[in-house]
């Protein structure tokens, strides 16, 4: 039980990141932006909150740095992407690049530690937290356990991205801003004709998009980490598109979808060079892999036929 809830645990930890930045590619592209831009995005941002939290000591000034830099490289495919009717795809590896070089480069000249950021106190991280009565249910058989071991324990980014899961679903399907934001994913001349500005309307979506992935970067550098390092998305931006493409752009089905990647996340981190019965020590590499192997299983085509929004990657010209 106590190992089954340990694993359950990592893997509500490794999905948190994932799930916020494929709740983020969600918004993008049922307004019809593709963004394969999540990875870059997600590293500013990481860059950004651990270098904002080791300079000033507060967590939540580096949350604020986090979706800041996030948004504003957000725009930028927003301006290639929507103003500037540029290829989408082109866009958003050219923001990967760019977020992964400057990182290094600004890590560099104002911390001179190899582009690491500096190891950051206590205080200036989003530190778990212990719900009501944790402790006095623990004794309850069973569901104590999960109550405080997987329930309980987490930090404040972790609830918030699980709150926006539902949160997502009530905008997108039951508030004017997701009809239309659904609407010009769908068929934007529509959109147009009826008075609503496609423009105004993408950019709104990317803008959410930029927040959220600030959230998986800041959770990544000053939640689970003390600090931020080189590479430390290691392709999860690539993952969440993965797992949205999985659930086929529907928010339920995207959580489940980053719960299934974050346990194979967690069974990399928790039997890496761990000697298992009739198989041995399973190489570290093999179980580094595992997440990635499945992406390229799932996208091979074993989660049946996935229709992206008609009009996503299509620039839209208002007719004149």
């Known amino acids: 039980m106590e190992t089954l809830l340990q694993l359950l645990d990592l893997t509500v930890r490794s999905a948190v990141p994932l799930l916020l930045a494929c709740l983020a590619g969600l918004y993008s592209e049922r307004a019809g932006i593709f963004d394969i831009g999540l990875e870059g995005k997600m590293l500013g941002a990481a860059f950004a909150a651990g270098a904002a939290a080791a300079v000033t000591g507060s967590a939540w000034l580096g949350l604020g740095a986090g979706i800041i830099i996030s948004v504003a490289l ?5 301006f290639a992407s929507i103003t ?8 958003g590896v050219a923001i990967n690049f760019i977020a992964a070089g400057a990182a290094i480069i600004l890590g560099n000249a ?40 997987l329930i309980s324990g987490h930090n404040l980014i972790a609830y918030f991205a699980f709150i926006m899961v539902p949160v997502t679903w009530w905008v997108l399907f039951r508030t004017r801003f997701g009809l239309r934001l ?6 934007p001349a529509a959109v147009d004709t009826a008075g609503i500005s496609v423009t105004w309307a993408r950019y709104r979506a990317v803008i ?20 931020f390092v ?17 659930a086929k752009w529907r928010p339920v089905a995207a959580m489940w979808a980053c719960l299934l990647f974050g346990f194979l996340g967690a069974i990399e981190i928790r039997y890496q060079g761990v000697a298992l019965p009739l198989i041995g020590t399973v190489p570290v590499q093999l179980m580094q892999a595992l997440p990635y192997i499945l992406t390229v299983i799932l996208l091979a085509g074993f989660i049946g036929k996935a229709i992206p929004p008609k009009a996503g990657g299509v620039p839209y010209s208002k007719e004149r």
Not at 74 to 78: E, R, S, W
Not at 230 to 246: P, V
């Open 74 to 78: 957000a725009l930028v495919h927003g």
């Open 84 to 91: 500037s009717k540029g290829n989408q795809i082109v866009s």
């Open 110 to 149: 104002w911390f001179s530690a190899g582009g690491r950021t500096p190891q950051l106190p206590q205080d200036a991280r989003f530190t778990p937290i212990e719900l009501p009565l944790a402790e006095t249910l623990n004794v309850i058989p069973i569901l104590g356990p999960i109550y405080k071991e």
């Open 182 to 187: 659904r609407a010009v994913g769908e068929n």
């Open 208 to 227: 959410v998009c930029g927040i959220l992935c600030g959230f998986a970067g800041t959770f990544l550098a000053i939640g689970v980490s003390a600090g």
């Open 230 to 246: 080189k590479d430390m998305t290691a392709g999860r931006g690539f993952i969440a598109l993965a797992a949205l493409i999985f």
